[in-house]
């Protein structure tokens, strides 16, 4: 079984080690590293998973996950180049962080070390993540076979040009977030509406599954979906003017836009 590192133990590192054993992979194929000992200590009371320095996870690793926040990628890579890292082999670098460009790892690794971006999300966690990768300039077919062999595990795979991951970045990467803020805001009105909280959170939770599945499952589109929904001069006609006249679709592109542009300064601000 392919021998994974994960450089960084914190919420995205913590998804995917998750993911990854319930999706079978043996946990004496895993190690996390991880500096602030707390985390480390919570994981392994979890997972019973080992938690090592980053050389020495790295060393016997064919694939090295850096899972870092993007300000701490230079530091874990620097740990990195002192280990003996082997280019020419299987071992490769798969990069979860934000903004942060192949380029930025090529140029600091031993020449020709294949390196991949990914942009994840925490659905993972439950084997429902979407991983979108972007290769750098030294990975070969079969770094990416292996690359999406591993995250095919814990979710959906889709391969873009680097070009376009600031955009997934916002639409995928932080997706989750503004779903979780809409169930957090619709559990609030139920609230106010009378529900107790755990009806409407109740209520909440299973229309947002049920939603997601008919998306997933019926071939329609959001469109044609909302619309059968909207019986005419009914209850969800006078709902959906309201969110228009509070400029829902104004505020997801000015979101989507921010984000976009925040994973690209990321980048700039690294190289
Ligand atoms: N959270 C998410 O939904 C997503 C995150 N990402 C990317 O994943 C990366 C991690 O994000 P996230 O998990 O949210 O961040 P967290 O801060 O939760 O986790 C990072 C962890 O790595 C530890 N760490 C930092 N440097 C080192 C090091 N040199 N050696 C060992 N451990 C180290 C940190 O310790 P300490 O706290 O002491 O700094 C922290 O526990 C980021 O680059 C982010 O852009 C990508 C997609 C989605
Ligand atoms: O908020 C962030 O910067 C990271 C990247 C995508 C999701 N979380």
Do not use: C, W
């Not at 991949?116 to 972007?134: I, Q």
């Not at 929904?229 to 009914?234: D, E, I």
């Amino acid at each position: 079984m392919t021998r994974i590192a994960i450089i960084g133990g914190g919420k995205i590192g913590e998804a995917l080690i998750s993911g990854l054993l319930q999706a079978g992979h043996a946990i004496k194929d895993l190690v996390v590293a991880e500096q602030y000992q707390p985390r480390a200590d919570e994981l392994i009371a979890e997972y019973s998973i080992r938690v090592s320095s980053v050389a020495d996870a790295a060393e016997g690793a064919d694939v090295i996950v850096i899972a870092v926040k993007p300000n701490d990628v230079e530091s874990a890579l620097t740990a990195l180049t002192k280990v003996d890292l082997d280019g020419d082999l299987e071992q490769l670098i798969v990069s979860l962080a934000a903004g942060i460009p192949t380029g930025f790892f090529e140029t600091r690794l031993p020449a020709g070390f294949p390196v991949v971006r990914v942009m994840p999300n925490t659905p993972m966690l439950v084997g429902e993540g979407v991983s979108v990768l972007s290769p750098g300039r030294h990975v070969k077919a079969e770094h990416l076979e292996l690359v999406r062999g591993i995250l095919g595990s814990v979710g959906k795979v889709v391969t873009v040009p680097e070009s376009q991951i600031d955009a997934v970045t916002a639409v995928s990467g932080s997706g989750p977030a503004y779903f979780f803020l809409v169930a957090e805001a619709m559990i609030d009105a139920g609230v106010g509406l009378g529900l107790t909280r755990p009806v409407a959170t109740e209520l909440v939770v299973q229309t947002m599954v049920g939603s997601a599945a008919m998306l997933d499952r019926t071939g329609d589109s959001a469109t044609d979906l909302r619309a059968a929904v909207t019986s005419p001069g009914g209850t969800t006609a006078a709902a959906l003017r309201q969110l228009e006249a509070g400029g829902l679709r104004t505020a997801f592109f000015d979101a989507l836009d921010a984000a976009k542009s925040r994973s690209a300064a990321m980048g700039a601000a690294a190289e």
